[in-house]
């Protein structure tokens, strides 16, 4: 892939991932206000994906999935050869596979199949998390030994670490409303998201400088 290429497909990957993450903010947030059947306090994101509404962030749901995906691809590119994750982006595309699953299962919670369906939600979020966590924690400690990226890098370690911390408090603390500490996980990872999507640029206008 030449030059030129590249960096419009990491221009287009860094775009769309910046697009999903402020659609999913927003569809969330104004979901939280919306419904008022709902208890944002105690009703974790996936209770919003059925009902009025339901359809939206079903469709944000949708469009990380495609985000995530092309992270995958458009973080290993954009990281020095030396330092590439095949892992980092095999978590990136796990997590693009399971999120479509966690959206379209909600629909089956109150049918015939609803048991098998609340199984393959549970596992399918839990996996979304955690190849999320876990790949964003390896890609950042990547990104803060390439010198194209040193700037301002340790932020996205620490906001990783924070997510997988948060990780743990939802699994094993069940002191605290599952809607807030899930949302709060969330929340940390579109924090994340935005950050990659930000190095992505910084990636770009490196090579471009370079090149250019």
Avoid at 10 to 37: E, G, I, N, Y
Wanted: charged residues 15%.
């Amino acid at each position: 892939m030449d030059q030129v290429s590249s960096s419009f497909h990491l221009r287009f990957s860094a775009t769309l991932l910046l697009v999903a993450v402020v659609d999913f903010a927003v569809t969330a947030l104004v979901l939280q206000v919306t419904r008022t059947d709902l208890n944002p306090i105690t009703m974790p994101l996936s209770a919003y994906l059925k009902g009025e509404g339901g359809a939206w962030l079903r469709a944000a749901y949708y469009l990380m999935a495609c985000a995530l995906a092309v992270l995958a691809w458009a973080s290993y590119q954009a990281t020095r050869p030396d330092l590439r994750s095949g892992l980092a982006s095999a978590l990136f595309f796990a997590a693009a596979l399971a999120l479509p699953v966690v959206a379209a299962t909600e629909l089956y919670m109150r049918g015939p199949n609803r048991d098998l369906a609340r199984i393959i939600h549970d596992q399918t979020a839990e996996t979304t998390f955690l190849c999320l966590t876990v790949g964003m924690m390896l890609l950042s400690s990547r990104w803060l030994r390439d010198p194209r990226k040193r700037r301002d890098a340790y932020v996205g370690l620490i906001v990783a670490c924070m997510a997988f911390v948060q990780l743990l408090i939802l699994a094993f603390w069940k002191v605290m409303p599952q809607g807030v500490t899930q949302k709060l996980l969330i929340a940390l990872i579109l924090l994340w998201l935005g950050w990659a999507s930000q190095q992505l640029n910084v990636a770009v206008r490196h090579d471009t400088d370079a090149f250019g």
